[in-house]
């Protein structure tokens, strides 16, 4: 049973590219969290999702940020117009329902760099 | 606002040696508690898991406790081992939450 695969593992983008990441949750996984690891920093939650719909995006910038996770395919975090504060490694995880915060599988993580 | 704190930062011991890394959080309305093992390039591999009701957890070389009311958990490393090293992370979702709060982590370093 495969675990939760993100991809790219490492991408490097200038200032001002767009950067895409992927998630593929585990197999009858319905939900996916992205978080956020910057430097020395714990990982910060960013949003929450079920397939087609947000259900709390509280901890995503407002701008230039968003996320989708629809009814076929990955879960895609983007990020427009990047900046040299962006580069994080970025994780995923999954979990079978809505309300099992708690059982969550972590992916590898997306280092992005921005130069 | 929940905020998890983790001391210390980064821990140096000699193999054989058992150690404790502590975990405070602010908001005591919690209802589970976890610690994660993050090796360098990969994942969280969970632990332990401690509900609220329950004071502690076992597996293997590993016991973690919580106590609630001084917004505190523990994690102990009997025997350590160099391939315990890594950096440990407690996270914990407050009640009602969407997600977990993690701390900053407590990187050890395990000597041979």
């Known amino acids: 049973n495969a675990g939760v695969m993100q991809n790219p593992r490492h991408l490097v983008r200038r200032r001002g590219q767009e950067a895409r990441l992927r998630c593929s949750p585990m197999k009858g996984h319905s939900h996916v969290y992205w978080y956020r690891q910057l430097p020395e920093e714990g990982l910060k939650f960013m949003v929450y999702l079920q397939k087609e719909n947000i259900i709390d995006e509280s901890g995503m910038p407002k701008e230039r940020f968003s996320a989708e996770f629809p009814k076929e395919g990955p879960s895609i975090l983007r990020i427009q117009q990047v900046v040299r504060g962006d580069s994080a490694a970025y994780f995923c995880?999954?979990?079978?329902?809505?309300?099992?915060?708690?059982?969550?599988?972590f992916g590898p993580g997306t280092r992005l760099t921005v130069t | 606002k929940q905020e998890v704190t983790q001391i210390p930062a980064a821990l140096s011991v000699p193999e054989g040696e058992n150690l404790v890394l502590n975990c405070s959080f602010t908001?005591?309305?919690?209802?589970?508690l976890q610690w994660f093992r993050q090796d360098p390039g990969k994942g969280l591999t969970s632990l332990l898991l401690i509900q609220s009701s329950q004071r502690e957890q076992t597996s293997g070389r590993l016991n973690a406790s919580l106590d609630k009311s001084s917004g505190r958990s523990t994690l102990y490393i009997a025997a350590s081992q160099p391939g315990d090293s890594a950096t440990y992370l407690c996270?914990?979702?407050?009640?009602?939450?969407?997600?977990?709060?993690f701390g900053t982590g407590t990187r050890l370093t395990v000597i041979p």
């Open positions: 995880a999954s979990s079978p329902g809505r309300d099992r915060v708690s059982e969550q599988y």
């Open positions: 996270a914990s979702p407050r009640t009602g939450a969407n997600n977990l709060f």
């Open positions: 908001d005591s309305a919690i209802y589970n």
